[in-house]
T-cell receptor, first 116, second 112 residues
Framework: AQKVTQTQTSISVMEKTTVTMDCVYE???????LFWYKQTASGEIVFLIR??????ENATVGHYSLNFQKPKSSIGLIITATQIEDSAVYFC?????????????FGIGTRVLVRP | DMKVTQMPRYLIKRMGENVLLECGQD?????MYWYRQDPGLGLQLIYI???????SEGDIPKGYRVSRKKREHFSLILDSAKTNQTSVYFC???????????FGPGTRLLVL
């Protein structure tokens, strides 16, 4: 069975610095897909970035990037030059390659507070 | 502007009453989902719909049923709501062979 674990409950950083949050996953599949979502204070859930397991290069979108360490089953999210509006809860999620219907398994989230 | 909508956004019901949550999307996505979110548990999948009248149970389907008669609409029904169904419910959609799911704004349900 697939499992996604986020061990950091909350992180506090100063504005304009870099924040890194961890996520480890368990899967038996050789092909899988990893995602990060952001949930804002209003409750809105927004897709940020994804990493396909067969790709060796770390994904980057804007000031979000991933640290994909396949041997460690780890997919960290890095946010550079943080802004106040990056304060949110960040969820890691995984879809296994042969999962019918695109079923995602989510971690429980990491709360990030960006201080001015 | 592509989006997923949910109605109502807030709902208060008494135990034993029926509940209908509605979800719509304008992206012609084949696949739609219902999740619930509870503190400390993250997002849990209730049901998946692959297309009209093609639905499948997720991880926690007990106490829920769904209906999808049009591709753009997906309903979650609670027959005789229970207090432990108090939660925030999210709908999402994705293209059939694409993995990225797009979420609606959520419905906050309180069952008294």
């Amino acid at each position: 069975a697939q499992k996604v674990t986020q061990t950091q409950t909350s992180i506090s950083v100063m504005e304009k610095t870099t924040v890194t949050m961890d996520c480890v996953y368990e899967t038996q599949d050789s092909s899988y897909f990893l995602f990060w979502y952001k949930q804002t204070a209003s409750g809105e859930i927004v897709f940020l970035i994804r990493q396909d397991s067969y790709k060796k290069e770390n994904a980057t979108v804007g000031h979000y990037s991933l640290n994909f360490q396949k041997p460690k089953s780890s997919i960290g999210l890095i946010i550079t030059a943080t802004q106040i509006e990056d304060s949110a809860v960040y969820f890691c999620a995984m879809r296994e390659g042969d999962s019918a219907g695109n079923k995602l398994t989510f971690g429980i989230g990491t709360r990030v507070l960006v201080r001015p | 502007d592509m989006k997923v909508t949910q109605m109502p956004r807030y709902l208060i019901k008494r135990m034993g009453e029926n509940v209908l949550l509605e979800c719509g999307q304008d992206m012609s996505h084949e696949t739609m989902y219902w999740y619930r979110q509870d503190p400390g548990l993250g997002l849990q999948l209730i049901y998946i719909s692959y297309d009209v009248d093609s639905n499948s149970e997720g991880d926690i389907p007990k106490g829920y049923r769904v209906s999808r008669k049009k591709r753009e609409h997906f309903s979650l029904i609670l027959d005789s709501a229970k207090t432990n169904q108090t939660s925030v419910y999210f709908c999402a959609s994705s293209r059939q062979n694409q993995d990225t799911q797009y979420f609606g704004p959520g419905t906050r349900l309180l069952v008294l």
